[in-house]
Antibody, heavy 118, light 109 residues
Framework: QAQLVESGGGVVQPGTSLELSCVDS????????MHWVRQAPGKGPEWVGV????????YYGDSVGGRFFISRDTSRNTLYLQINSLRLEDTAVYYC???????????WGQGTLVTVSS | EIVMTQSPATLSVSPGERATLSCRAS??????LAWYQQKPGLAPRLLIH???TRATGVPARFSGSGSGTEFTLTISSLQSEDFAVYYC???????????FGQGTKLEIK
């Protein structure tokens, strides 16, 4: 049974907004920092950003600018990614990944596909 | 930003032979280096972390080496299921600016 299940992807128009969710069924969700990683078609993975285990600190990759916002709801074991002003180049599979400082990405979700198209 | 450069882009090897993949970092990442395997339609799978530690369940034919800026993934005797794309990733910094290489496609010769 999948431990990390992303949802919320689909076909969207440029300039619109979208919220992705990731439900984490592991017992350690509240202890881990949680990342979003995306992968455009035919490209390598790209780190999007992270929220710390307490939800207080959020860091983002240089390429996503100020359009991406990560949050988490520990009571629901859920991670979120809000993407505003979607661009064609945001087309990708988006993965949620647990990962603490100084550690690699041991567990990945199955991803959710976002296609930005007019 | 630390840039990760993988070589070669494509590697053709026969089953049973050894494959050697390279990854170079634009500055030292010490040993904060991971290798992932990815097959079509699936998420990346962690193979190696800490430059040389195999992840849980990864066969012993996979080995990693290196430190600083130069790293190598070696697959000692290729099996059919090993043909895939391989990515390296650095996770040195916190606050993080994690970066991946562009990948090496390992194909059957």
């Amino acid at each position: 049974q999948a431990q990390l299940v992303e949802s919320g992807g689909g076909v969207v128009q440029p300039g619109t907004s979208l919220e992705l969710s990731c439900v984490d069924s592991r017992l350690t969700f509240r202890r881990n920092s949680m990342h979003w990683v995306r992968q455009a078609p035919g490209k390598g993975p790209e780190w999007v950003g992270v929220v710390t285990n307490d939800g207080r600190n959020k860091y983002y990759g240089d390429s996503v600018g100020g359009r991406f916002f990560i949050s988490r709801d520990t009571s629901r074991n859920t991670l979120y990614l809000q993407i505003n002003s979607l661009r064609l180049e945001d087309t990708a599979v988006y993965y949620c990944v647990p990962g603490d400082p100084g550690d690699a990405f041991h567990t990945w979700g199955q991803g959710t596909l976002v296609t930005v198209s007019s | 930003e630390i840039v990760m450069t993988q070589s070669p882009a494509t590697l053709s090897v026969s089953p049973g032979e050894r494959a050697t993949l390279s990854c170079r970092a634009s500055e030292s990442v010490v040993r904060n280096l991971a290798w992932y395997q990815q097959k079509p339609g699936l998420a990346p799978r962690l193979l190696i972390h800490g430059a040389s530690t195999r992840a849980t369940g990864v066969p012993a034919r996979f080995s990693g080496s290196g430190s600083g800026t130069e790293f190598t993934l070696t697959i000692s005797s290729l099996q059919s299921e090993d043909f895939a794309v391989y990515y390296c990733q650095q996770y040195k910094n916190w606050p993080p600016t994690y970066t991946f290489g562009q990948g090496t496609k390992l194909e059957i010769k």
